[in-house]
């Protein structure tokens, strides 16, 4: 039977109490990745870049520059050890507060559970806060305040009202829940406990996924490495019009969109190679022998493009495993050195795809057979009947049915068709074949960490992306219209 999670009586207000706890440990949360608000830097010596999650993990990341500071006895070690402490206890505080908004949403004996959670967080919380305060407090004494710049953390203040409107919303409506009779059991309505299991998922997508596209205003600035962003760097769309106006940036740019585009159109045209492995690696009845395949297969996925780049090294470079059978059997005229096939640059569009393929199609092939394995047995059985052999069942039951998926994959690799990746070229590219290996990502890596040029690379992404997002609804589109089915 299902429990209400609200009695009648108060059931709006401790809702909004709820609710106000919920956002305020959000706040918290994502306040401890953001390095302008960490309410431990006390000191201009203190990174800017470090927010409060690294500095509650890691004391070297409070001390990388206080060396000198230490030597000289300008600041004592003890105030930032007492500085980290506060960090760790704060971080825990904010954790506790966290698992509690996660537990408002169940019945009442979880919101008491929960509350009872969230109170021992706003101890904590304040406990790490006043540390942190005395912290800035004892580097005001120092005998030295020129060479160490004390600063009163601006996210002090941010954090304390935070914390402050938690305690008091989580603690009233504790009180609240606890004057209402409780349930036997904890419970939570499947919905919240599906929502708490994809939230850490959630936060992971928007921190890899949606943040760094905060680096994107980067491409407005006359920035170079270690400088900072101020209104005198500000060019506006200057990097932009530097891609059409110099003919040396726009014939690499298109230099590289060829290469791009030819060897993700190679990967297009051989897309469908993972779904017939999987379709025939099905067909084997010896069961040893297809895990095996498929184990042996799938392996190469788990090598980094390094390790691939060491074992086509012992096979194709000069002294590698071709060149000294040659020489064994008399190929080779003695004295004589032999090729090296990874310099030269012919074919080499076709030996990456190879290479990939060989690295990916067992790892790509798991989807398929998982689809395979959902095919309906009676199809087959149906097939069977009216006299349909072995390629026939394939061709007309395994194919129709792993089809959608396959469209599916084949729409997303058209999205990102600008999107080869940089290892696989970055450990294959040399001299004599990077003017036909280098792609897009590789580009854009050579632009800004190699020559340093750090807002043209990043226009390049930017566009990059937006193209990537344009192609997606294009070829949604059209998938629609063809099929009638859609992804997006």
């Known amino acids: ?15 909004l109490l709820h609710i106000l706890q919920r956002v305020s440990a959000i706040l918290l949360v994502v306040l401890i990745f953001l390095p ?3 309410p431990g830097r006390i000191t201009e010596l203190i990174n800017k870049n470090v927010s409060l999650f690294p500095a509650a993990i890691s004391y070297d990341s409070l001390t990388a520059e206080m060396g000198r500071a230490f030597t000289k006895f300008w600041v004592a070690e003890s105030t930032i050890k007492f500085l980290f402490a506060g960090s760790i206890v704060l971080l825990i505080g904010i954790l506790c507060a ?46 030295n305040p020129d060479r160490v710049n004390p ?17 008091l919303s989580n603690a009233v409506a504790t009180v609240m829940v606890m004057m209402r009779p409780m349930e036997n059991r904890f419970w939570m309505e499947s ?30 600035f006359d920035y170079t490495a270690g400088g900072s962003l101020t209104a005198d760097k500000f060019v506006g769309f200057k990097w932009f019009t530097s891609l059409f106006q110099s003919e040396a940036t726009r014939n690499d740019v ?17 897309s469908w190679l ?9 067909e084997i009845k010896n069961v040893k022998l297809r895990r095996f395949i498929q184990t042996f297969t799938t392996i190469p996925n788990f090598i980094s493009w390094v390790m691939v780049y060491a074992i086509a090294f012992a096979i194709f470079s000069t002294d590698g495993f071709i060149n000294t059978i040659a020489s064994a059997i008399g190929m080779l005229p003695e004295g004589t050195a032999g090729t090296n096939y990874l310099l030269s640059s012919d074919g080499i569009w076709v030996k990456m795809l190879l290479w990939g393929i060989w690295k990916g199609i067992g790892w ?28 026939q069942r394939m061709w007309h039951v395994t194919v129709p049915g792993l089809l959608p998926t396959y469209f599916v994959m084949l729409l997303m690799s058209i999205a990102n068709i600008l999107s080869n990746g940089m290892d696989q070229y970055l450990v294959f590219e040399n001299k004599q074949n990077t003017s036909v290996i280098e792609v897009l990502d590789l580009y854009v890596y050579h632009l800004g960490i190699g020559n340093g040029n750090i807002p043209l690379s990043t226009v390049i992404g930017m566009v990059k992306s937006i193209v990537s997002v344009i192609l997606l609804f294009v070829a949604n589109r059209v998938s629609k219209s063809v099929r009638g089915e859609s992804i997006v």
């Open 1 to 15: 039977m299902k429990e209400k999670t609200d009695a009648p009586s108060g059931g709006v207000v401790n809702g």
């Open 36 to 38: 302008g608000v960490n």
């Open 98 to 143: 966290a698992a509690a908004g996660c537990m408002s949403v169940g019945n009442n004996r979880l919101k008491r559970l929960g509350g009872l959670i969230g109170i021992g967080g706003s101890v904590l919380m304040i406990i790490g806060l006043v540390i942190i305060y005395m912290s800035y407090a004892d580097i005001r004494q120092t005998p």
């Open 151 to 167: 600063m009163f953390p601006s996210g002090l203040t941010v954090y304390a009202i935070l914390v402050g409107i938690f305690t």
């Open 191 to 220: 919905k919240y406990k599906l929502f708490l299991m994809f939230l850490p998922f959630a936060a992971l997508c928007f921190v890899f996924a949606y943040l760094p596209l905060w680096g994107w205003r980067y491409a407005f």
């Open 254 to 270: 298109l230099r590289v969109l060829r290469n791009t585009l030819v060897m993700s159109g190679l990967g297009i045209l051989t």
């Open 274 to 282: 993972p779904m017939a492995f999987a379709i025939f690696l099905c």
């Open 364 to 391: 790509s092939a798991i989807i398929y057979i998982a689809g395979v394995s959902g095919i309906d047995q009676q199809l087959y059985e149906a097939a069977t009947v009216d006299g349909a052999g072995r390629f």
